[in-house]
């Protein structure tokens, strides 16, 4: 299992990746600075799962930048 086919996409729509060691978060996402932040303190598969959840956020951020609509689902 790799991280770089959900990095290429989050590279494709402009944010940038960051492995860090955060405490309290497992990810996070830098709207303003453009950059996706993901622990490195977790299993591969678990940063996978982690970063795909913070791309939905980064595409999320994108879309109403856009003012267009996606669902939203407020709980995650």
Do not use: F
Not at 22 to 39: H, K, Q
């Amino acid at each position: 299992m790799s991280l770089k086919p959900l990095i290429d996409i989050a590279v494709g729509m402009g944010a940038k990746i960051e492995m860090t060691t955060m405490l309290g978060a497992l990810g996070r996402c830098d709207y303003e600075n453009s950059v996706i932040y993901i622990t490195e303190d977790e299993p591969v598969r678990k940063q996978v799962m982690i970063l795909a959840h913070e791309v939905g956020h980064w595409l999320t951020y994108l879309d109403n930048m856009k003012n267009t609509s996606l669902m939203r689902n407020e709980r995650e």
